[in-house]
């Protein structure tokens, strides 16, 4: 069965103490993961796509990298206003066209 | 480019009326998925539709409809709502129909049941 597990559930940093967020997949023939980043009350906003393991993408204060089990998402001196949930997904490997998510990380980044 | 409109942003309906929601895709994108979104269950796909198709649905009940219009449009459409639809929904769209494909996402409509 596919499933995203997200870790920690919830992290809380102070402005400019880098972290890193988990993203654990199981799924037959991983064909990409995304990270979107979602603020409370909106839809989630996309981030990066890494399709194979080795593969890193890189925006601003965050990076993301991706294994053969699980992809991370590197936090470099964050500020309050990364303060929001990072969820992943994988599409579902059954072949239906939709996203299997985990549960989040809420970010909480105080000054 | 406009992104992922949904309308209406909020809504508040009583236990046993019907609710429709809409969607517009970013221009050029064919493709429609929805989900719902609660605190318990995280994000849960709804259906997708592709081409005035629905080529996929979710675990859901019955209640829960969907069309895609000739210009890509998108409603959905719960009937008979009970206390457990209160969510927020969301819509996301795509350029084509590879799984692969980045989904964009809309706002979202947030329905209250009473």
């Known amino acids: 069965e596919d499933q995203v597990t997200q870790s920690p559930e919830a992290l809380r940093l102070q402005e400019g103490e880098s972290s890193s967020l988990n993203c654990s997949y199981t799924v037959s023939g991983l064909r990409g993961l995304f990270w979107y980043r979602q603020d409370p009350g909106k839809g989630p906003e996309f981030l990066f796509t890494?399709?194979?393991a080795g593969e890193e993408k890189e925006k601003e204060r965050l990076k993301a990298t991706l294994t053969k089990k699980e992809s991370f998402l590197h936090i470099t001196a964050p500020k309050p206003e990364d303060s929001a949930t990072y969820l992943c997904?994988?599409?579902?490997?059954?072949?239906?066209?939709?996203?299997?998510f985990g549960a989040g990380t809420r970010l909480a980044v105080h000054p | 480019k406009a992104g992922v409109t949904q309308t209406p942003r909020y809504l508040i309906k009583t236990r046993g009326q019907q609710v429709t929601l809409s969607c517009s895709p970013i221009s050029g994108h064919r493709s429609v998925s929805w989900y719902q979104q609660t605190p318990g269950q995280g994000l849960q796909f709804l259906f997708e539709?592709?081409?005035?198709?629905?080529?996929n649905k979710g675990n859901f009940p019955g209640r829960f409809s969907g069309r895609q219009f000739s210009n890509s449009r998108s409603e959905m459409n719960v009937s008979t709502l009970e206390l457990g639809d209160s969510a927020l929904y969301l819509c996301?769209?795509?350029?084509?129909?590879?799984?692969?494909?980045?989904?964009?996402f809309g706002p979202g409509t947030r329905l209250t049941v009473l």
């Open positions: 996301a769209s795509r350029q084509g129909r590879s799984g692969t494909d980045t989904q964009y």
């Open positions: 539709y592709f081409s005035e198709t629905q080529r």
């Open positions: 890494l399709y194979s």
């Open positions: 997904a994988v599409p579902f490997s059954g072949g239906y066209n939709k996203l299997i």
